[in-house]
């Protein structure tokens, strides 16, 4: 069966919002056809700072550009990380670096090392803020307040209590259809963090549920999360569509 051209499946999410002017010509050019795709289809190689890739090149489009483009040398990821900045990417330069470093390891043009996992210390407490800080704020920014119609907000968000396990639920697989917090409506595509470590799940909901505005102490029926129920979750997978089922029927 032929498979439809590459192209024609890409898909840059509306971030007008983010967007330098040139992005803004890129995006309308290639006519922002949406295809909700899963993001286990689009698995990074494992190795050092590959978190960082999922936590900054998700915003405009999915992982696919990036699988698609396997085997480029250092200097064209270079070129192209000056050409996504040019589209309205924000990184610092260290972080640049380390993902400069991540791609042309190994989705560069030779051979790439063994998959290498980087765990932490088991005995090392998680700190919740800094998993939110580096993983969650290119979209939901750093005051957790979101971006209009496109990041809801965390912040006063009663939605993380609406069960022990619905923000875990939306972490390990995503969510994915139009939603309503606090009276706005926001379209997007929430992308899978399966990829954090159990501990790092537990620990950025707990943080979340006392942060920004939020209250655990408010709402006493539900639990903190633990890395073991996150651990018990993983094998309960769900499409990104069910997750937001899933909320709709614990309204
Ligand atoms: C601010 C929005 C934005 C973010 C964030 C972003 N990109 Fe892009 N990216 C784009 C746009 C727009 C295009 C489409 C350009 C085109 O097709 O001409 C693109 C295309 C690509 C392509 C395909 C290039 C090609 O010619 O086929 C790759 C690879 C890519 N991006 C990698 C990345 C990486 C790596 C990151 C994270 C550092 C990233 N992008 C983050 C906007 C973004
Ligand atoms: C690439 C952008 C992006 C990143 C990065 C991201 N999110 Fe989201 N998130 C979204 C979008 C878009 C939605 C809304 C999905 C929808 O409309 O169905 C969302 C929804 C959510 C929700 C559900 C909110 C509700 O009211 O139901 C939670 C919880 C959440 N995100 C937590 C996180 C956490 C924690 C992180 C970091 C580990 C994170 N997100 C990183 C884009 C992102």
């Known amino acids: 069966m032929p498979l439809a051209p590459a192209r024609s499946r890409r898909r840059i999410s509306h971030v007008t919002s983010r967007l330098t002017t040139l992005a803004l010509a890129a995006y309308v050019a290639l006519g922002a056809a ?29 992982l696919q550009y990036v699988v698609e483009s396997k085997g480029l040398t250092a200097d ?7 050409d996504m900045e040019g589209f309205g990417v924000e990184l610092t330069a260290d972080e640049r670096q380390k993902i400069h470093t991540y791609l042309s390891t190994y989705m560069g043009d030779k051979p790439a090392p063994a998959e290498t996992v980087v765990t932490a210390q088991a005995d090392t407490p998680v700190d919740g803020g800094a998993v939110f800080s ?9 005051d957790a307040r979101g971006i209009e119609e496109t990041f809801p907000p965390l912040a006063e968000n009663r939605d993380l209590f609406l069960s022990d396990t ?22 997007g595509e929430m992308p899978s963090f399966a ?22 102490a408010a709402h006493p029926g539900i639990s903190r999360i ?20 899933l909320r709709a029927s614990l309204k």
Not at 50 to 57: F, G, S
Not at 166 to 186: D, E, H, Q
């Open 34 to 62: 949406s295809f909700p795709l899963r993001a286990a289809e689009f698995d990074l190689p494992k190795g050092p700072n590959r978190a960082l890739v999922y936590a900054k090149c998700r915003t405009c489009h999915d």
């Open 76 to 82: 064209a990821w270079d070129g192209l990380l000056d």
């Open 134 to 142: 580096e993983n969650c704020t290119s979209c939901h920014q750093n």
């Open 166 to 187: 619905f923000p875990a639920k939306v972490l390990l697989n995503g969510m994915s259809g139009t939603i309503t917090v606090n009276g706005n409506s926001f379209e």
């Open 195 to 216: 990829h954090l470590s159990d501990a790092e799940i537990a620990a950025v909901i707990n943080y979340l549920r006392s942060h920004f505005g939020n209250n655990a």
């Open 226 to 245: 633990t890395a073991d129920t996150v651990a018990a979750l993983r094998n309960q997978e769900m499409d990104p569509t069910q997750v937001l089922a």
